[in-house]
């Protein structure tokens, strides 16, 4: 008797995964691949003790992977969480290939990039260099684009239904996730970060560094669902409002994290 919980939730998972589109699932596939990817990186980057402007060549490559494996995977969680079809719908087949098409571009090329031991970003330093790092700008602009051309397909999906507070969240986060990461991402492609080590872990530092930020932009898709989320479980009648406080609070934060990363 103690196996039959483990069984059903297990038979659950199947039939959700059953119930999947076949872009659903290609989305996760490509997820698993890029989480697979960082293995050989990581194992790389114990051997490989190169580093470019004080940090080890083959951070940013995990990073990327990292977050492409976590932002296809929160793109195929957001389907569904909202009312409808959106993820078995043809327009999300386009969704899910700009999403594979321009990250898959810009980790094939950081980590190309970072097996010369050269950079990637910023790297201008002949034409065809520069013309690359002006394409994962047009990428970088075409990912974050997915989010706002998914958050217009749940719209349209919506009709008539009720804009639950979760909905309502999913929506706030996609269309955040384009519009802040959009901004970050060109005010970031501007301003070099500094040099070495800050944070632990992420490596950032609190000044002059816009990527606080950007990554507060880009995980808009996860934050403000996820608040909505517990908003509507805990808040009762209020979650409307927190999900709308919470939000003008990040929003807010962003901004503190955009000054504090061109001021000092």
């Given at each position: 008797?103690?196996?039959?919980?483990?069984?059903?939730?297990?038979?659950?998972?199947?039939?959700?995964?059953?119930?999947?589109?076949?872009?659903?699932?290609?989305?996760?596939?490509?997820?698993?691949?890029?989480?697979?990817?960082?293995?050989?990186?990581?194992?790389?980057?114990?051997?490989?003790?190169?580093?470019?402007?004080?940090?080890?060549?083959?951070?940013?490559?995990?990073?990327?992977?990292?977050?492409?494996?976590?932002f296809a995977l929160t793109t195929v969680w957001l389907?569904?969480?909202?009312?409808?079809?959106?993820?078995?719908?043809?327009?999300?087949?386009?969704?899910?290939?700009?999403?594979?098409?321009?990250?898959?571009?810009?980790?094939?090329?950081?980590?190309?990039?970072?097996?010369?031991?050269?950079?990637?970003?910023?790297?201008?330093?002949?034409?065809?260099?520069?013309?690359?790092?002006?394409?994962?700008?047009?990428?970088?602009?075409?990912?974050?684009?997915?989010?706002?051309?998914?958050?217009?397909?749940?719209?349209?999906?919506?009709?008539?239904?009720?804009?639950?507070?979760?909905?309502?969240?999913?929506?706030?986060?996609?269309?955040?996730?384009?519009?802040?990461?959009?901004?970050?991402?060109?005010?970031?492609?501007?301003?070099?970060?500094?040099?070495?080590?800050?944070?632990?872990?992420?490596?950032?530092?609190?000044?002059?560094?816009?990527?606080?930020?950007?990554?507060?932009?880009?995980?808009?898709?996860?934050?403000?669902?996820?608040?909505?989320?517990?908003?509507?479980?805990?808040?009762?009648?209020?979650?409307?409002?927190?999900?709308?406080?919470?939000?003008?609070?990040?929003?807010?934060?962003?901004?503190?994290?955009?000054?504090?990363?061109?001021?000092?």
């Amino acid at each position: 008797m103690s196996s039959l919980p483990f069984a059903e939730s297990l038979g659950g998972s199947v039939l959700a995964w059953s119930g999947l589109s076949t872009a659903q699932k290609i989305l996760c596939a490509y997820a698993l691949l890029m989480a697979m990817a960082l293995l050989p990186s990581l194992a790389l980057s114990w051997v490989d003790v190169r580093t470019l402007r004080e940090v080890g060549i083959w951070a940013k490559p995990m990073k990327f992977m990292a977050g492409t494996a976590l932002f296809a995977l929160t793109t195929v969680w957001l389907t569904t969480l909202v009312p409808g079809e959106v993820g078995h719908e043809q327009s999300f087949q386009w969704i899910a290939a700009l999403i594979i098409v321009t990250s898959l571009f810009e980790v094939v090329y950081i980590t190309y990039q970072a097996s010369l031991g050269e950079g990637s970003h910023y790297n201008t330093t002949d034409p065809v260099r520069a013309m690359l790092f002006g394409l994962m700008a047009v990428a970088a602009v075409g990912l974050v684009a997915s989010q706002a051309w998914l958050a217009w397909g749940i719209w349209k999906a919506l009709g008539t239904a009720v804009l639950t507070p979760t909905v309502l969240a999913v929506l706030l986060g996609l269309a955040l996730t384009f519009v802040l990461s959009t901004v970050s991402g060109f005010m970031l492609g501007a301003k070099q970060p500094p040099a070495g080590v800050g944070w632990p872990v992420v490596g950032w530092h609190t000044w002059q560094d816009l990527r606080p930020a950007h990554f507060l932009a880009v995980h808009a898709q996860q934050f403000i669902p996820l608040a909505g989320i517990l908003a509507e479980r805990v808040a009762g009648k209020a979650a409307v409002p927190v999900v709308l406080t919470f939000t003008s609070a990040y929003i807010a934060a962003w901004f503190a994290l955009s000054w504090m990363g061109v001021a000092g």
